[in-house]
């Protein structure tokens, strides 16, 4: 069974619009990642989190929130979503510096 | 900030051809990974290799941390080796990438 999951596994949203991605893993990690990644490069990392109710800001978190409310969640919030925001997200779990991927979300902001 | 440069961009090969990609890193690290993107975008981790060489089947991993540097060989190419490779440096728990080698293996 897959480790690190991810939904919804597509979405369309709105500009202006709310959108939450949820990332579930069972590998009872404490620390959860969440990344974009966009055409011909690789992944950037928006937050993570170093247990439940902590959450970090990565690289380019402008725009986004997260939310850790358990060890097996970690979710990802646009508030205001924007077709800047239009990417392929990845959510990962990992400690001791290996990092264990889910499936990708691919969300599209018109 | 942490840089990682991977080399080739691009490469193209016939199958049965060897291959050699590489991955640089701007400053001090933990350890590196290697992933591969399937076409349709889900990530494969390869290996986890904080120093060394590892091997698994026709794949090889060397990483020499005082050179900050990596590499994956992939030896006789198969069609389905297609993609792109990704290597990612971990520095305190964090993990930053490189832009990837996309690989086409052609018949």
């Known amino acids: 069974e897959a480790a690190v999951t991810q939904s919804p596994r597509n979405k369309v949203a709105v500009t202006g619009g709310k959108v939450t991605l949820s990332c579930n893993q069972t590998n009872n990690h404490n620390n959860m990642y969440w990344y974009r990644q966009d055409t011909g490069h690789g992944l950037r990392l928006i937050h993570y989190s170093y247990g439940a109710g902590s959450t970090e800001k990565g690289d380019i978190p402008d725009g986004y929130k997260a939310s850790r409310p358990s060890q097996e969640n970690f979710s990802l919030i646009l508030e205001l979503a924007t077709p800047s925001q239009t990417s392929v997200y990845f959510c990962?779990?990992?400690?001791?510096?290996?990092?264990?991927f889910g499936p990708g979300t691919r969300l599209t902001v018109l | 900030g942490q840089q990682v440069q991977q080399s080739p961009a691009s490469l193209v090969l016939q199958e049965g051809e060897n291959a050699e990609l590489q991955c640089n890193f701007s400053t001090s690290l933990n350890s590196m990974q290697w992933f591969y993107q399937r076409p349709e975008g889900s990530l494969v981790s390869l290996f986890y290799?904080?120093?060394g060489t590892k091997q698994s089947g026709r794949l090889t991993s060397t990483t020499v941390i005082k050179e900050r540097r990596s590499s994956l060989h992939i030896s006789s190419s198969q069609i389905t080796d297609s993609g792109t490779y990704l290597c990612a440096m971990e520095d305190n728990n964090r993990i930053f990438f490189g832009d990837g080698t996309q690989l086409v293996v052609k018949p």
């Open positions: 990962a779990s990992g400690d001791s510096g290996q990092q264990f």
């Open positions: 290799n904080p120093s």
